[in-house]
């Protein structure tokens, strides 16, 4: 029976984020989601060259050529939905993109690229010359924010990471199984670390948070009005930019 057109503009419709006006990526949310995500559920940050700060990350997505960098960073996200790929040299990696997106917006659930007027997911990719290194860094950020959804939602390992640090136990049934603890909060892989938690909100609401947990230049806020490079300037910062801590001199 074909739904009557009624009921389709009476329909609830999904939350629609607005577009962005940003000129650089240092001002989109999904910066800090991405960035987030590498630092919290892979081992690139410090061992790939290039890549020790949310800075690096700006500029491989910024950059008009093919990035080595980002290279890395793609690998490792198709490794994570599709173990058993073996190529993933730049000149094919982006083709791999390109199949994962097609795999996963097939169905009806609502992905980053969902047209509503034609309600369906949308190839943002299709039609780009050299695929995701011609795209530009919009794109691109919204590409890998997809890949990150995918891999929250698809991706064995990732999901097992964050059923043991909440303590979800499939298959109860199974006592065969051992159930391993969660892990203690000191562990990189505890909850304590993989949440994202806003360090505070300056008087204007901007909410402010640390990515990779350390002082001195990889230190950053997302957007990064500053580098600290000692601790007394990091208190300062906070003093300025929050308004809502107190020190002691």
């Known amino acids: 029976m074909k739904a009557d057109s009624a009921d389709i503009d009476n329909e609830p419709k999904g939350?629609?984020?607005p577009p962005s006006n940003a000129k650089h990526p240092k001002d989109r949310w999904e910066s800090l989601f991405v960035y987030g995500f590498i630092c919290r559920f892979t081992a690139l940050r410090g061992k790939v060259?290039?890549?020790?700060?949310?800075m690096d990350f700006e500029t491989s997505l910024m950059n008009t050529d093919i990035d080595p960098v980002m290279t890395q960073i793609?690998?490792?996200?198709?490794?994570?939905?599709?173990?058993?790929?073996?190529?993933l040299s730049s000149d094919v990696i982006?083709?791999?993109?390109?199949?994962?997106?097609?795999?996963?917006i097939k169905g009806e659930e609502r992905g980053?690229?969902?047209?509503?007027?034609?309600?369906?997911?949308?190839?943002?990719?299709?039609?780009?010359?050299?695929?995701?290194?011609?795209?530009?860094?919009?794109?691109?950020?919204?590409v890998l924010r997809q890949l990150?959804?995918?891999?929250?939602c698809h991706s064995h390992d990732?999901?097992?990471?964050?059923?043991?640090?909440?303590?979800?136990?499939h298959n109860k049934h199974k006592k065969a199984e051992m159930t391993p603890s969660r892990p203690p909060a000191t562990d990189p892989q505890s909850q304590e670390h993989l949440q994202l938690v806003p360090l505070g909100q300056d008087i204007q609401r901007k909410r402010y948070w640390v990515i990779d947990g350390s002082y001195g230049?990889?230190?950053?806020?997302f957007p990064p009005p500053y580098i600290c490079a000692y601790l007394p300037s990091y208190l300062e910062l906070l003093k300025h930019k929050l308004g809502i801590l107190r020190f002691s001199s």
């Open 158 to 169: 990732i999901k097992k990471i964050i059923d043991r640090a909440w303590g979800v136990v």
């Open 94 to 104: 982006t083709a791999s993109i390109a199949s994962l997106i097609q795999e996963h």
């Open 49 to 54: 060259e290039g890549l020790d700060s949310p």
């Open 112 to 142: 980053v690229f969902w047209n509503d007027e034609r309600r369906t997911n949308e190839d943002p990719l299709q039609g780009i010359e050299n695929g995701f290194w011609g795209a530009s860094w919009d794109i691109k950020l919204r």
């Open 148 to 152: 990150v959804e995918f891999q929250l």
């Open 15 to 17: 939350h629609i984020c």
């Open 217 to 221: 230049p990889k230190f950053a806020f």
């Open 74 to 87: 793609l690998s490792r996200f198709v490794l994570n939905l599709r173990p058993q790929t073996r190529n």
